[in-house]
């Protein structure tokens, strides 16, 4: 483990030299190191963004490490990653992030160009596509900010309350959405990123399974046997996962339907903003559901 991080430091030194040469990636003329702000991913950039959004003073500038539609976990970091984050003030992250080498790594190496970076771990449990903990997010992040520029914390908390309603609105009209299509107690295997987000659907979760090259062929047929037994509709793959072919290679030998959704927000075209986000995922659950009941049901 010491030799892999090793690697992967030097890795980091190696993109922390050439980042003097990326002058392409220093931020925009009216916008200082001050005004920046890097996130650790798009869950993280979306609410940051709405709620510094307005602001009369100080203007932001909201830049994303992760793209979202990739594994957080499986990321190369870039040249221009870091020298994004040496020109920045601050950093907010997963709690999670912080036990992955490559963000520890950089965050280390950053701060030898950049000591007055701040690294910010925000700590909510869950899935942050449901709404509940998407409005809990809100409300961490808020007071992170609140307590890094305190001039405007009393506006950032008011963007928080409103935020929060919001989401927890759009909630409420998506479970309806669900509950009308009879979605309650449908039997379904799902990846483990994706357990959280399917279980608020109201399915029932009958086996989950993580990454398609973590699992091994007798895994795999155990996967096919429990959801044949049990009679399951869909099978729920995870788009930043990295493979969408585990669903469609188990629904060849049951009668279930295969489906993909994302834990991010902009892992699907359009889809940049958490209501967005959400409303896509359910609008593929609901479409793969018809296609069973209309097919198996």
């Given at each position: 483990?010491?030799?892999?991080?090793?690697?992967?430091?030097?890795?980091?030194?190696?993109?922390?030299?050439?980042?003097?040469?990326?002058?392409?990636?220093?931020?925009?003329?009216?916008?200082?190191?001050?005004?920046?702000?890097?996130?650790?991913?798009?869950?993280?950039?979306?609410?940051?963004?709405?709620?510094?959004?307005?602001?009369?003073?100080?203007?932001?500038?909201?830049?994303?490490?992760?793209?979202?539609?990739?594994?957080?976990?499986?990321?190369?970091?870039?040249?221009?990653?870091?020298?994004?984050?040496?020109?920045?003030?601050?950093?907010?992250?997963?709690?999670?992030?912080?036990?992955?080498?490559?963000?520890?790594?950089?965050?280390?190496?950053?701060?030898?160009?950049n000591p007055d970076l701040i690294v910010v771990a925000i700590n909510v449990t869950g899935n942050w596509m449901?709404?509940?903990?998407?409005?809990?997010?809100?409300?961490?992040?808020?007071?992170?900010?609140?307590?890094?520029?305190?001039?405007?914390?009393?506006?950032?908390?008011?963007?928080?309350?409103?935020?929060?309603?919001?989401?927890?609105?759009?909630?409420?009209?998506?479970?309806?959405?669900?509950?009308?299509?009879?979605?309650?107690?449908?039997?379904?295997?799902?990846?483990?990123?994706?357990?959280?987000?399917?279980?608020?659907?109201?399915?029932?979760i009958t086996a989950t399974f993580g990454r398609p090259e973590d699992l091994t062929p007798a895994q795999v047929q155990e996967l096919i046997d429990k959801a044949r037994e049990?009679?399951?509709?869909?099978?729920?793959?995870?788009?930043?996962?990295?493979?969408?072919?585990?669903?469609?290679?188990?629904?060849?030998?049951?009668?279930?339907?295969?489906?993909?959704?994302?834990?991010?927000?902009?892992?699907?075209?359009?889809?940049?903003?958490?209501?967005?986000?959400?409303?896509?995922?359910?609008?593929?659950?609901?479409?793969?559901?018809?296609?069973?009941?209309?097919?198996?049901?």
């Open positions: 483990m010491r030799t892999k991080i090793l690697g992967g430091t030097i890795t980091i030194l190696l993109l922390i030299a050439l980042a003097p040469t990326l002058s392409c990636t220093q931020p925009s003329p009216d916008v200082t190191t001050a005004d920046v702000i890097m996130t650790g991913t798009s869950l993280i950039a979306g609410i940051v963004q709405n709620l510094t959004d307005g602001l009369t003073e100080g203007k932001r500038e909201v830049r994303n490490l992760i793209p979202p539609g990739t594994c957080p976990g499986h990321y190369d970091i870039k040249p221009s990653d870091v020298v994004a984050l040496i020109n920045s003030k601050v950093f907010i992250i997963h709690n999670w992030q912080l036990t992955q080498a490559h963000i520890v790594e950089l965050i280390e190496a950053v701060q030898n160009q449901v709404p509940q903990v998407q409005a809990q997010a809100v409300s961490k992040i808020a007071q992170a900010l609140s307590e890094i520029d305190p001039e405007n914390a009393a506006y950032y908390q008011e963007r928080a309350e409103e935020r929060a309603q919001a989401i927890l609105a759009e909630g409420e009209e998506v479970k309806q959405r669900l509950t009308d299509a009879g979605v309650e107690g449908t039997k379904v295997l799902c990846a483990e990123m994706q357990q959280g987000f399917v279980s608020w659907a109201g399915f029932n049990v009679g399951v509709a869909l099978v729920i793959d995870n788009l930043q996962s990295g493979s969408t072919t585990l669903g469609p290679a188990i629904c060849e030998d049951i009668d279930a339907v295969p489906v993909t959704i994302s834990n991010f927000p902009g892992g699907f075209e359009d889809t940049e903003i958490w209501e967005k986000a959400i409303d896509k995922n359910v609008g593929l659950l609901l479409a793969a559901l018809h296609t069973w009941r209309e097919q198996y049901g």
